[in-house]
């Protein structure tokens, strides 16, 4: 009989366009698919809680995926450089196919589960399965990494289309799986039990899987592609894809999407723009790539020495979108009910903490971190330093956002501001971006009054630059 081969499913959740799936199906090997959870090995950047509501979603979507095809889906905790061995010997395996994991303690697991196969003489393979193009080996004209986007960019479309994507095998010979797998409700993801339900609307939003990554792309080709320039950048309406947590669990690869939005009739302005969006992703991985630190450091190193300002309460108001900035509160808020924000208030939002309330830009970058379903390593931690003027290509450190005017530029009518923050329901359109000046026979509903004043804010972050470039 044919050697059966292990699928090591990491943050590439899907069948379908699948290059290491394909690989172990060559020759029709059967196939032992595999999702190993080894939270030891991500340590503080193990996967935060609304991802895990995700990913307990989407392993259910997989394994149902794999059992119409045949093959029945392995799960374990523990350390991969253990697991996958283990399993390999169980089922008499010759080889491990794997997506190449890209995030620093990822690429360190690679190279641990790499010595322990190569112990008894097994290879692990690893394939492109989650970006366009893989961030090492590809660097500017000068044989550095990139550290602007544009460059990037431009040298990515000049690469031109990336391959045609490949459809899911029809059918996966599978192999007997050893007896001890463990259940998806033991994998202690979510819900946690005699925890509250704070995940109870995120399915009003989100169908986790594959299936739900094609549906929402259909849509969006389908609806909204052709106004994308128009109207990204307008929370109140659904302007976006809202791909971002499908593709950070890989349930659809940047390639399907990429051809996706080639072969629509739509608008090429804004085809483009989109395209240029998926490349800021690409973008945020090969700065992950070629600088780990990354997520904790910033990338430009004289802010280490940046005035930041601690304060738990002024966090907590910014949580819990309280700040007194409808627009961020009401970002705040929608992050918490669905465990997403639009890409516009995610940049009001951050700014807002990191310049008007001078917080450390670790701490928002964390608390998004636990909070979204779309939860990166790469694009959190690479948007938090463009946000904070730490990054390599950041935004210049005097843009600092005014809260109001964004607001009011981006959210008109107040829709947004209406939907996510109901004290202001009723308040007029003049004042649903600053309400404090409304009068007073106007009710707030208890909604407080801006936590710093825009001006002062403003004053103390640039300030606070000042300090730092003398
Ligand atoms: P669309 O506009 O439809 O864009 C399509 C895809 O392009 C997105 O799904 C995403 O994969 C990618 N993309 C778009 N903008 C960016 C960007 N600026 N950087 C990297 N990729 C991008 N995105 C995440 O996926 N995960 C995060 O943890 C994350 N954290 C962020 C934190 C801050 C402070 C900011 C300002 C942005 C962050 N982003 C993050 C980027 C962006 O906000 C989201 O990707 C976007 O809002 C997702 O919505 P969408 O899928 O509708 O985007």
């Given at each position: 009989m044919t050697e059966p081969c292990l699928v090591w499913f990491r943050?590439?959740?899907?069948?379908?366009?699948h290059p290491a799936l394909l690989a172990a199906l060559e020759g029709g090997r059967p196939v032992l698919p595999v999702f190993v959870l080894d939270d030891a090995a991500a340590g503080?950047?193990?996967?935060g809680a609304a991802s895990r509501w995700w990913l307990r979603g989407s392993l259910a979507a997989l394994r149902a995926d794999l059992a119409v095809r045949g093959a029945t889906l392995v799960l374990a905790r523990g350390r991969a450089e253990t697991v996958l061995p283990a399993l390999v010997e169980a089922v008499g395996a010759g080889s491990v196919h794997a997506g190449r994991g890209t995030e620093p303690w990822a690429r360190a697991q690679s190279r641990r589960v790499h010595e322990a196969l190569a112990d008894s003489g097994r290879t692990l393979h690893l394939h492109t399965?989650?970006?366009?193009?893989?961030?090492?080996?590809?660097?500017a004209a000068s044989g550095k990494p990139y550290a602007v986007y544009s460059p990037f960019a431009k040298t990515m479309m000049a690469a031109?289309?990336?391959?045609a994507p490949r459809a899911a095998p029809e059918r996966i010979p599978g192999v007997t799986p050893p007896e001890g797998g463990e259940a998806l409700e033991s994998l202690?993801?979510?819900?946690?039990?005699?925890?509250?339900?704070?995940?109870?609307?995120f399915p009003d939003t989100w169908q986790p899987g594959e299936a739900g990554a094609q549906a929402r792309l259909a849509r969006f080709v389908d609806r909204a592609l052709g106004k994308y320039d128009a109207?990204?950048?307008?929370?109140?309406?659904?302007?976006?894809?809202?791909l971002s947590p499908h593709l950070r669990w890989g349930e659809v690869s940047p390639g399907q999407v990429w051809h996706a939005v080639r072969s629509a009739q739509a608008d090429a302005t804004a085809s483009e723009t989109f395209l240029k969006e998926i490349l800021w992703r690409e973008f945020a991985y090969h700065l992950l790539w070629h600088r780990p630190e990354m997520p904790e450091a910033p990338?430009?190193?004289?802010?280490?020495?940046f005035p930041w300002q601690p304060d738990a309460k002024l966090l907590d108001a910014w949580q819990r979108g309280r700040t007194g900035y409808p627009v961020v509160d009401a970002g705040m808020r929608q992050l918490w009910q669905t465990g997403w924000m639009h890409n516009r208030v995610r940049m009001i939002a951050a700014s807002l903490l990191v310049?008007?309330?001078?917080?450390?830009?670790q701490e928002g970058a964390a608390w998004f971190w636990d909070t979204l379903?779309?939860?990166d390593l790469a694009s959190n931690s690479a948007s938090w330093q463009w946000v904070a003027g730490c990054?390599?290509?950041?935004?210049?450190?005097?843009?600092?956002?005014?809260p109001i005017l964004q607001g009011e530029k981006f959210d008109p009518e107040g829709a947004y501001v209406r939907r996510w923050v109901p004290?202001?329901?009723?308040?007029?359109n003049a004042f649903i971006?600053?309400?404090?000046?409304?009068?007073?026979?106007?009710?707030?509903?208890g909604y407080p009054s801006p936590i710093v004043d825009h001006a002062t804010g403003r004053a103390r972050a640039l300030a606070g630059f000042a300090a730092l470039r003398q």
């Open positions: 943050h590439d959740l899907r069948l379908s366009d503080a950047q193990r996967a399965t989650t970006l366009l193009r893989e961030p090492h080996g590809f660097g031109g289309d990336p391959p202690g993801l979510y819900p946690v039990p005699g925890e509250p339900d704070w995940a109870a609307g109207q990204r950048n307008l929370p109140g309406i659904e302007g976006s894809s809202g990338l430009r190193a004289e802010f280490s020495e310049k008007h309330l001078m917080q450390p830009w379903v779309d939860a990054g390599t290509d950041a935004a210049p450190y005097f843009r600092v956002f005014n004290e202001l329901a009723t308040m007029p971006h600053k309400p404090w000046e409304a009068p007073k026979a106007i009710p707030r509903n």
